[in-house]
């Protein structure tokens, strides 16, 4: 399995969160998704297509989401709203488009992203794309970015 | 806002339901996505690029999900687990690449899905974008599919 992939959106997500948050994200080790899902609160979703296909998700539990976005818009936000679904969904279409720029050589389009809300929620890959999960620690909280491309 | 491009993707339902799992469906009146966010159990997810961005999601109640992929492979499924997350995928991967061929104007391509599983959890369109929520009643139950796309 080529998983080298992964890096430009590890590097991506560090360098968003330094740039718009201030904040440094100290990356865990990148981990096939297995049986045992990891649940999350806030999940920023978005596709890409292009010579590859697949996702990525950005998932917080729900206090680490009030924080980011709070450290992101500069005040403070206690409640899950919309300024929390919009901020979590600039942060994946961020990360996505920082990304592909790494990742030239698969020509990648991003599209939308959608917040997903819900508590203890679970996201899986299709069927025969193993995802691919990488745990961050930061001064926020912690949360997890999981990816599953599919190269041709 | 132009909504013309909703309809290919409730015909690319219809369709889907009909030759796979022999059902019909009969879509309600689509509605702008306002305040209350209706919440579901089991929701595809895919997002959609090229000459517009978007995504679509096709979400179900549990009981309607286990209905649905108990007829999609034809034999009894009365658990959330793997064979409900493919079988979801699934069709939120067909819905989208039908609907594409009714789209051919925005040469759209079509990412992975990713199936959320979670009680009573949103989904909500980046801001600034509206979601179109189509309901649907089928002999399985009602569900309902949320179409967003920015088109250029």
Redesign the interface.
Known sequence: MDVSFVNPFIKALIDTFKTMLSTDTIPGKPQVKSGNKP?HDI?G??????EA???I?ISFPKIVALKVVSAMLGSSIKIIG?EI??GI??IA?IVAGRAKQGLSQYKL???????????????????G?RAIIVPFDSSLGNFVMEI?L?TK
């Open positions: 649940t999940s979703i978005i596709g890409l297509s292009g296909q697949g996702a998700a919309p679904v919009d969904g600039e279409n389009t991003i599209s939308l992203p959608n917040v997903i809300v819900g508590q203890n929620h679970a996201i899986s890959p299709p069927s794309i599953s599919k």
